[in-house]
């Protein structure tokens, strides 16, 4: 794989940031997007345009079909049985939303128990409060190990009689420790639990199948897949998409309207209220082609490969403390240097070119448990090199010099 020829293919690497060359470790936050997905919503905003699902005329007729022809192609990549599986969402936060928002009006009752992790991004733990407020569930957190791990083990000691759901990231955003999901699905519904994954980091980097996870309901970022802001995916099994209430009312989800009675429409209709992300649905399918062209399991490799490299580098690199060590890691080192904040090392950084994220990363939780108000992170995408990586061990060391260190 020639990542130097990948790296053609995103115009911001053309860019001089600040005078520098960009390195860019910042994907876990958001992926720079490829010139093929830029240039689609050009050409449907220039060529092509029209809302989707409602005119008759020829341009609505195209644009839906090329909307659903999106739908049919995140069906396949993530291998759900049925494209009315495939729900469009403005992101993944919204599709946990809507997941809590309709189990909750019809599923969970006062005193059911909801079993998420200490490593939840708050989109998958702020949904579940409200419920806490609203319904009087409880949550409950299954903890770290100190590998920045979530164990079978560790799940299986947190379900109680009281467990209907557990939430899960599939790839910590923070420890980048990959979840064993596949089996905590096997276990959860030996029991009668729905699970519900947070799929916004597992979605870029994993392979995807649905059918083989069988996980029910699975939330993808697609600004994060090299695809637009703007928009997610909520994959949910048909029986568990059919039977729940919608989310939103308006336009695009109804049936029939009376003044008395309102039916709504079928799948996916009946989630997809208003006017949706038209052009970045439309993109979204070259950020697939994009994916699919290099192939997933060449992204594992490479990814993997780089990650490797880093852990080294920054375990070598004495004063700065990695945060977690799982034996399945996905691409994101975190880090702490003692004695200097994160967003001093990220401000330092910066004016080397090299961006990375500093802060909780929307992950209080798990940094109260680790004792510490932030953190800094560097994470990988398809486009990184080990030089990059080196970069970023040689901006460090120049952070150092400035504290003293
Ligand atoms: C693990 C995780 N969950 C949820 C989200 C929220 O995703 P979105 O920006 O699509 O709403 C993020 C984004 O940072 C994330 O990393």
Redesign the pocket.
């Known amino acids: 794989m020639n990542i130097d020829q990948i790296k053609k293919e995103f115009p911001i690497f053309d860019e001089k940031i600040q005078n520098n060359d960009l390195v860019y470790l910042d994907s ?3 992926s720079q997007k490829p010139k093929i997905v830029v240039d689609r919503i050009n050409e449907f905003y220039t060529k092509q345009f029209s809302n989707v699902g409602r005119s008759v005329h020829y341009l609505a007729v195209a644009a839906t079909n090329l909307y659903e022809n999106t739908r049919s192609s995140v069906q396949k990549y993530i291998n759900a049985k049925d494209t009315n599986e495939i729900v469009f969402t ?7 939303n809507l997941v809590a928002n309709t189990l909750g009006q019809s599923y969970l009752q006062e005193g059911d128990e909801v079993l998420i992790t200490e490593l ?5 733990y702020v949904p579940w409060h409200f419920l806490r407020k609203s319904k009087n569930i409880k949550i409950n957190f299954a903890e770290i190990n100190e590998e920045g791990e979530i164990t079978l083990e560790e799940i299986e000691s947190k379900i109680t009689p009281k467990t209907k759901l557990i939430s899960i ?1 599939h ?3 923070v420890t980048g420790a990959i979840l064993p999901v596949k089996e905590i699905t096997q276990l959860a519904h030996s029991k009668g639990i729905i699970v519900v994954v ?1 799929g ?2 597992g979605a870029p980097h994993l392979k995807l199948d649905m059918q083989d996870l069988d996980c029910d309901f699975y ?6 897949m090299y695809g637009p ?1 703007g ?2 995916v909520l994959y949910g099994k048909k029986k568990w998409l059919e039977e729940l209430p919608p989310y939103q009312g308006g336009g695009g989800m109804i049936n029939e309207v009376k003044k008395d009675r309102i039916s709504y429409g079928e799948l996916p209709n009946k989630y997809e209220a208003g006017t949706m992300a038209t052009a970045q649905v439309i993109a979204f399918d070259q950020s697939i082609k994009f994916l699919e062209s290099i192939g997933i399991e060449n992204v594992m490799k490479h990814e993997a490969d780089l990650v490797e490299y880093g852990q080294e580098l920054l375990q070598k690199n004495n004063s700065v403390k990695l945060i977690g060590n799982p034996k399945h890691k996905g691409g994101v080192l975190s880090f702490t240097i003692e004695g200097v904040h994160p967003h001093d090392i990220a401000t330092i950084l910066d004016e080397d070119g090299v961006a990375i994220r500093a802060g909780h ?3 209080q939780i798990l940094h109260d448990k680790l004792n510490i108000p932030a953190s800094a992170r560097a994470s990988v995408g398809i486009y990184n090199t080990k030089e990059d990586l080196d970069q970023l061990n040689e901006s460090i060391n120049n952070c150092k010099k400035i504290f003293n260190l």
């Open positions: 876990a936050n958001s403005k992101g993944a936060t919204e599709a946990l939840e991004h708050h989109s998958n990231t790839l910590s955003n947070d916004c980091q939330a993808i970022s697609c600004h994060k802001t928009l997610g990363h929307c992950c």
